[in-house]
């Protein structure tokens, strides 16, 4: 059944939207009519989807695309529906009208229109690319194809939230010190734009040669008023810049990937989470019943260092050949010594997914360890840093009151 989009207006002449499920449009605005709603445009998800995209002032527009948060609270309480004995058709229209965000309940009926219809779950999903990861998708089919879809989406809400919780984390650990950064670097911009001028403003007078520390702050007050706005404009604009060429050149983004591996503790972080990320992947997908190749398949294609995700690409296809899966791991040195051993123990046990799935939680630990190590530098780095700025404009603004006091004297 279809699911449509609409904007309607209320006896009261309050405006109301959200989506409804109808066999057409038609009766779509039949049944608001019913519940007293008044029709003024109503368009079908799909043709939604196709239209926005289509649309170049999309780009200013919220996306679509389900947050964390989302995926997480959808997979758990379709989990749920499904493990009490529900169908999956009815389970996804009661989470749909669970739903209370318009874009999270318009993709949801969506896919339930065309679970309806005859598709399966996983191909319904998979027109929704955006909201959808391989991983989900592929881990539906395989619970689809074994007949235990409840146990599987129970596995895979475990992942969501887990990896909800993991950002969850990170942002709250990233406050203090992004406030800290803020709040300083405010500080410092208030004492040269306002400060520094009116008490440098009373050595003007003297004809005597200032202090290299006050020249300098001189210039850079000077600077900061005059092109202070469009040096932040600028800066703005060349980090958008950056970012959409990122985006669009693979070369290039492939080159930044090649050396942000080889920074000390950055390549280290990277290479931690995602070794994490293609293990917990292969485990799901290995235990909910996908074939080790394609699960090694779809777990490359979530690696975000494209490095990373082409040498793992190359370790398929020599697995493919016969060989081994931790020592093709091996060979890409991305992988820790423990990982690959650990690989090793898994293959000759016959316990791969489990141990997969022990690698996952000990590089996600490491993560969460490296997390707080950096987070103990940065704080007193950016107070020393901070503290140097400040006692350099109290140099700069103190040597020549000393000048003139030796010339006095």
């Not at 669009?248 to 503790?265: C, G, S, V, Y």
Request: charged content about 20%; aromatic content about 6%; some cysteine.
């Amino acid at each position: 059944m279809p699911a449509y989009h609409y904007n309607a207006v209320d006896a009261a002449g309050h405006k109301k939207k959200g989506v409804i499920e109808a066999d057409s449009e038609k009766l779509a605005r039949q049944l608001l009519r019913n519940k007293s709603l008044f029709p003024i445009s109503m368009r079908s998800t799909q043709e939604k989807k196709q239209s926005g995209a289509r649309n170049w002032l999309s780009v200013f527009k919220k996306s679509r695309r389900l947050t964390s948060k989302e995926i997480a609270l959808f997979t758990r309480q379709f989990a749920t529906l499904l493990s009490a004995g529900m169908p999956v058709e009815q389970s996804l229209a009661a989470v749909g009208e669970q739903t209370e965000r318009p874009h999270v309940k318009g993709l949801i009926l969506a896919t339930h229109a065309k679970v309806v219809e005859g598709h399966s779950l996983s191909s319904a999903l998979r027109e929704h690319p955006e909201a959808f990861s391989p991983l989900f998708c592929a881990t539906i089919a395989a619970g689809e194809k074994s007949g235990h879809l409840d146990k599987v989406l129970l596995r895979l809400a475990d992942y969501t939230e887990q990896q909800w919780n993991m950002q969850q984390k990170l942002k709250t650990a990233l406050i203090y010190p992004v406030m800290i950064v803020l709040v300083a670097f405010g500080i410092v911009g208030f004492l040269l734009e306002y400060v520094v001028p009116k008490m440098i403003a009373v050595y003007a007078h003297l004809n005597q040669a200032l202090p290299l520390l006050t020249e300098i702050l001189i210039g850079l007050s000077d600077i900061i008023k005059s092109i202070g706005l469009y040096l932040l404009l600028g800066i703005g604009i060349g980090i958008y810049a950056w970012r959409r060429a990122l985006k669009q050149n693979i070369k290039l983004r492939e080159a930044t990937h090649r050396f942000m591996l080889r920074l000390p503790l950055i390549g280290h972080a990277i290479k931690t989470a995602n070794t994490a990320r293609f293990s917990r992947t292969l485990s799901i997908l290995s235990t909910s019943g996908v074939s080790v190749l394609e699960a090694m398949r779809i777990s490359a294609q979530l690696i975000t260092a494209i490095p990373i995700r082409k040498a793992v690409e190359e370790a398929v296809l020599r697995v493919r050949e016969g060989a081994s899966i931790h020592l093709t791991l091996k060979q890409t040195t991305y992988f820790s010594p423990m990982s690959v051993h650990m690989l090793a123990s898994g293959e000759a046990s016959g316990q791969l997914e489990t141990m997969l799935e022990r690698i996952a939680l000990n590089q996600e630990n490491e993560i969460i360890r490296l997390i707080d190590v950096s987070l103990a530098l940065f704080e007193p780095a950016i107070i020393l840093i901070m503290g140097a700025i400040v006692l350099f404009i109290v140099l700069a603004v103190l040597l020549p009151i000393f000048q003139l006091n030796q010339f006095a004297g």
